[in-house]
C-alpha cells in the first residue's frame, strides 16, 4: 500500500482499491491506548493510520482506498465523509438505516431493542494521508466473529450503551461477493467509474487470505 501510493504520488501508477479479508488481527492507529487492550488474543500491529484500536478478520470487508487528492480536491474532511456515505448508501441497498455521528468516528445504527440511547457500530474508517494521497480506508462487518472485539475497546469508545454489529447479527444474511458488487456500484457515483481488475478469488478459502481484488480507479 505505502509503494503503490508513493507511486501514484509520483503519477506512475493509477488510484486503486483493495478490497481484503484478513486473519484476526488488532490494529492500532496513531492515538491508540495501550489501556485500551483488554486481552490480547490477537497479533497487534502498528498500522500508521489515524485512530486507534480496532479488529480485522475473516467476515470483515476492508477497503483500503489510495485516491489522490491534488487531482479531487485536497479536502481531507470531504474525503472522510464521502467514505461515510460510500457505507450508508450501501447498507442502505440491503434496508440497514446507517448514520454517521459528530462525536464518534465510523458509522452508526440505533439499536432501540437494547435499551434507550443505545447504537452499534457497523462499519470502522481509519485513514492516513501522504503527499495528498489516500491510505487505509474502511472496515465494513458483514459476518465477522463479533466476540473478537472484546479484546479491545474498539476505537476508544467504552460507554456501555455503544456496541458493534453486523450484517448477520442485524439479520441481513448476504455473501461477501454481494458486498462487493454494492460496494463497487455506490462507489462510482461519489467518487468516479471504475475499472475492475480481479487479484484473487472471490471467496476466502484460507485464514490467511488477504488480498480478494483491486478496483482501479481513474483519476477525475
Not at 448508501?89 to 452508526?108: H, M, P, Q, S, Y
Not at 458488487?181 to 455506490?186: A, F, G, N, T, Y
Amino acid at each position: 500500500m505505502e509503494k503503490r501510493a508513493a507511486e501514484i504520488a509520483a503519477g506512475g501508477a493509477s488510484e486503486l482499491v483493495w478490497l481484503l479479508e484478513h486473519p484476526p488481527l488488532y490494529t492500532a492507529g496513531t492515538s491508540a491506548n495501550t489501556a485500551d487492550v483488554i486481552e490480547p488474543r490477537f497479533p497487534i500491529h502498528e498500522s500508521g493510520r489515524g485512530g486507534q484500536l480496532t479488529y480485522h478478520g475473516p467476515g470483515q470487508r476492508v477497503a483500503y482506498v489510495m485516491l489522490d487528492l491534488k487531482r479531487r480536491g485536497p479536502d481531507v474532511r470531504r474525503f472522510v465523509a464521502t467514505l461515510e456515505e460510500w457505507i450508508i448508501r450501501t447498507l442502505a441497498v440491503v434496508n440497514v438505516f446507517a448514520e454517521r455521528r459528530e462525536d464518534r468516528i465510523g458509522v452508526w445504527v440505533r439499536r432501540p431493542e437494547k435499551g434507550e440511547g443505545c447504537e452499534d457500530k457497523i462499519a470502522a474508517i481509519g485513514i492516513r494521508v501522504k503527499q495528498w494521497v489516500t491510505l487505509h480506508g474502511i472496515a465494513l462487518n458483514v459476518d465477522p466473529d463479533l466476540s473478537h472485539f472484546s479484546g479491545i475497546v474498539p476505537c476508544g469508545v467504552s460507554e456501555k450503551r455503544y456496541g458493534v454489529t453486523s450484517l448477520t447479527d442485524l439479520g441481513v444474511p448476504i455473501s461477501m461477493a454481494e458486498v462487493d458488487m454494492i460496494l463497487r456500484r455506490e462507489f462510482g457515483p461519489l467518487f468516479g467509474q471504475t475499472s475492475n481488475q480481479i487479484v484473487g478469488s472471490t471467496e476466502n478459502t484460507s485464514p490467511s487470505a488477504r488480498l480478494r481484488r483491486s478496483v482501479s480507479v481513474p483519476s477525475s
